[in-house]
């Protein structure tokens, strides 16, 4: 399933599940311009879904039948593809027309370049950079002009196993982190050379990386023993600045929102979800930290804050409940989890505690006849302007809407039979 969040309001705008065969999600591409994501599966073969962005609607799926195990995906919106790299030995990038929805063409790489983890647009140089999961790791370069492989870099043995990757493009770099050493290793995009590798002190494993090219900062998630960390680094100098750490966690993916400064970092248990509020100190813009000065110079709090997280049962967001805003003046949040029943959650604003918790009917047996789950699937959860009442859509056939108080008392249900398996989409107002 693809998850929608409103980074500004930390608040999951839509849930959209996948058919049976189209599990194990690795790559997400989004085409900004025209309003699409490119989702493709880990798998053998490979599924490619198509997702408008507007509603959050699934628009068409392909099966690559001769296609195993999509790992990293970049759009190039200058001849409107898809470009995705297979963890295949050898690997393969495929060249995928976006307005045609097929194969354009296909690229089988050499021995020894196998298992793709990391693929990188270089647009100035009109070439891809695929980064190896291998020991030792590899980065090949493909030129696009041509779609040919045309350079290779082997990386040190003391550097192995790609597992994120990030294009620099202010110091004009590609950024790798490992998955067996834990550090960070350096390639320039236009020399094509190894640059410096970059140790993260008690790291064991990267599992992601992203950049706030405004505040020049590189995020990294990373783990270690039972530790999991979010590193925060100068882009300029490659030195750590801050850490927020965790204990048995895996913090895994981390997405950057520029302009409110804020990290969102997904982990695998719960909360599966965090904010963290970072800022500058110098918000005029010229900040100039001369050598062994003080993480103050960057920071105007000590420490990286731990904005949101939200400690609710397992069920809500292993099945992916959907968060939905209440009434201002009552500062609740109310969450209904996807589950059968449906529970809905009751949370307070100011420090996102539970404050109550309901579940509506579970489904029905009539004369040996299963029923519809008349009130599972929680799709949208939302409240009125008043305080008093929210309400939540299901993804039932056929579709449901309840009321219910904010005492949680049931109120009210309103079943749609005019709507034939579609999920209710309801937009808050």
């Known amino acids: 399933m693809i998850i929608k969040v409103d980074i500004k309001t930390k608040s999951v705008k839509g849930v959209l599940r996948f058919s ?15 309003g699409f994501l490119y989702v493709s599966t ?5 599924f490619i879904v198509k997702i408008r962005t507007l509603d959050f609607l699934r628009v068409d799926s392909f099966l690559a039948r001769s296609v195993d195990s999509i790992s990293s995906g970049v759009f190039d919106a200058k001849t409107n593809t898809v470009y995705f790299a297979t963890y295949s030995a050898p690997a393969m990038i495929i060249k995928f027309n976006a307005k045609k929805f097929s194969i354009a063409d296909t690229l089988s790489l050499d021995d020894g370049q196998n298992k793709a983890y990391s693929l990188l647009h270089d647009e100035k140089n009109n070439a891809l950079l695929m980064g190896t999961f291998t020991k030792p790791a590899r980065v090949v370069r493909i030129q696009l002009s041509n779609f040919t492989a045309t350079d290779e870099l082997v990386l040190p043995t003391t550097f192995s196993s790609i597992s994120a990757g990030v294009l620099d493009q202010t110091y004009r770099r590609a950024l790798y982190g490992s998955w067996d050493t ?9 020399s094509f050379t190894l640059g410096a590798n970059y140790s993260l002190v008690g790291a064991k494993h990267v599992y992601d990386m992203a950049i706030d090219p405004v505040s020049d900062y590189l995020f990294v998630t990373s783990s270690s023993a039972d530790v999991s960390s979010l590193h925060l680094l100068s882009l300029e100098t490659m030195k750590v600045l801050q850490e927020f750490q965790v204990k048995g966690e895996k913090l895994r993916a981390v997405a950057v929102d520029f302009d409110s400064r804020t990290a969102l970092v997904g982990a695998t248990n719960s909360p599966s979800l965090y904010s963290l509020a970072y800022r500058v100190s110098c918000e005029s813009g010229s900040c100039i930290c001369t050598s062994g000065a003080a993480d103050s110079c960057f920071w105007d709090n000590a420490q990286i804050r731990e904005e949101m997280t939200s400690n609710l049962p397992a069920s809500f967001f292993s099945s992916v409940g ?9 500062n609740f949040l109310y969450v209904a989890s996807a589950t059968s029943p449906t529970e809905i959650a009751k949370l307070r604003l100011s420090d996102l505690s539970v404050q109550d918790s309901m579940h509506l009917l579970p489904e029905v047996d009539f004369d040996g006849q299963q029923m519809i789950e008349s009130e599972g699937f929680a799709t949208t959860a939302l409240g009125d302007s008043n305080g008093d009442f929210g309400y939540v859509s299901t993804a039932t056939q056929p579709p449901s809407s309840f009321k219910f108080h904010s005492d949680h008392s049931h109120a009210l249900q309103l079943s749609i039979s005019m709507i034939s398996q579609k999920r209710l989409s309801v937009e808050i107002f």
């Open 20 to 34: 049976a065969n189209e599990n194990r999600i690795k790559s997400i591409v989004h085409d900004s311009r025209n």
């Open 42 to 46: 880990f798998t053998s073969p490979t």
């Open 182 to 190: 834990g550090s960070i290793a350096e390639v320039h995009l236009d």
């Open 322 to 330: 959907v968060f939905g805003s209440s009434a201002p003046r009552s």
